[in-house]
């Protein structure tokens, strides 16, 4: 194995910038800004959105919560589940999916297969709504923008959408969630695979729902490993 001098070194960062550079004009952009997320790893890209997030009263959520939740996991995820909104413990801990909801996601995923750390994990907004209430179309629509810049940085191919919320607000429909899972939908470059929230497994444990859930798990599963090995 030959090392790489350090003129070859230079020429080929300089070359992947130009690729980079290339892509964006291709893109449509005619300025950059010098601190863009363009030049950034997928971590460092989610740490700049988190903190550029920091503090946003964008919605009337800000006003309850005491943390926004920004999502957690793999920045490379191909896997990227998204529940509606934090709970009282993920408020307290700034974390996704941390109570018994999140400990049942856990196990689900790893009944596919799929450690939760594999995976990168979000919600619709970051913020608590009171009282576990669901989010209101104008926080969703407030909320959405960052969202779908986590996902633009991540470029999952499966999402898996935990509930009614969460599904309608990424599919754009009013369509009931039992009429939405158990089918593959398109979703920009992935899919998106709807299933029950862990929290509504946890409050309806009859064995039809946990039947169902298990049939979409092994559906993202499917298309986890197919699109994975594209
Ligand atoms: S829910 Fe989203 S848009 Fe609303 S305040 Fe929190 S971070 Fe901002």
Known sequence: MTTATP???????????????????????????????YLLSPAEALRAQERALAG???????????????GAGNPRADLVCIGEGPGADEDAQGLPFVGRAGQLLTKMLASVDIPRDEAYISNTVKCRPPG??????????????????????IQPKVILSLGSVATQALLGTREAIGKLRGKVHPYGSAVLIPTFHPAFLLRNPGPEYRRMAW????????????????
């Open 132 to 153: 576990n209430r669901n989010p209101e179309a104008d926080e969703l629509a407030a909320c959405a923008p960052f969202l779908a810049a986590q996902l633009a940085v």
């Open 7 to 37: 003129r070859e070194m230079l020429t080929e960062a300089l070359g992947a910038l130009g690729a980079t550079l290339r892509h964006h004009r291709d893109l449509g952009f005619t300025a950059l800004p010098l601190a863009g997320e």
């Open 56 to 70: 946003c009263r964008r919605c009337k959520l800000c006003e309850g919560r005491t943390t926004i939740v920004f």
């Open 215 to 230: 049939e979409d798990l092994k559906l993202a599963k499917r298309e986890y490993d197919r699109r994975r090995t594209k």
